[in-house]
């Protein structure tokens, strides 16, 4: 039984409501509720198929090309390069590479001459002082500096061999006299 008074759900042969304390007598009997079912979804029915149309066919008609419709170009947004990609800057104006590459041409041009190669063994010295304060003030060697001291590595080992045979001869020179 259900109680009319709160709803609540009544024991059979209980007096009173547990719920509210309304006598049960006062409470009406229980009517079952009628069951209904779910309707039934209906058997799957294949799509039917699009009936396609074929387009006309024209004698003499010359193809036509697609009409395309023109669309804005929108400029793609590139990420700023991380700073170890990026163009290497000189510190100051005042910092340049070219006094290492002119005193790294100086000691090849002297380096290679028999007579005078220790002035390219000097020069080729500078030529590597000059790169090494560009790159202490630049943060790295790049560009003429760069060359510069290439071309001194290579003018300071050809003067040393070049001023070592010329010792040698003149001391042959000198023991022969």
């Known amino acids: 039984m259900i109680c009319t008074n709160c709803g609540a759900e009544i024991p059979e042969g209980a007096k009173f409501c547990i719920s509210c304390g309304t006598a049960a007598a006062a409470a009406a009997p229980q009517v079952e509720q009628p069951v209904y079912e779910a309707p039934q979804a209906p058997a799957y029915e294949a799509p039917q198929q699009p009936a396609y149309e074929q387009p006309p066919?024209?004698?003499?008609?010359?193809?036509?090309?697609?009409q395309y419709q023109q669309q804005a170009y929108q400029q793609?947004?590139?990420?700023?390069?991380?700073?170890?990609?990026?163009?290497p800057q000189p510190a100051a104006a005042a910092?340049?590479?070219?006094?290492?590459?002119?005193f790294g041409i100086l000691g090849i041009?002297?380096?290679?001459?028999?007579?005078f190669s220790f002035l390219g063994i000097i020069f080729s010295a500078i030529g590597l002082g000059k790169a090494k304060a560009f790159q202490a003030a630049a943060g790295q060697l790049y560009g003429p500096a760069k060359v510069g001291k290439i071309l001194s590595v290579i003018g300071l080992i050809v003067g040393i061999i070049l001023t070592v045979i010329a010792a040698i001869a003149l001391i042959v020179v000198i023991a022969n006299s």
């Open 57 to 66: 066919v024209y004698a003499a008609a010359a193809p036509q090309q697609p």
């Open 95 to 102: 910092v340049s590479g070219k006094p290492a590459l002119t």
């Open 76 to 87: 793609p947004q590139y990420q700023q390069q991380p700073t170890y990609y990026a163009q």
């Open 109 to 115: 041009i002297f380096a290679c001459t028999f007579y």
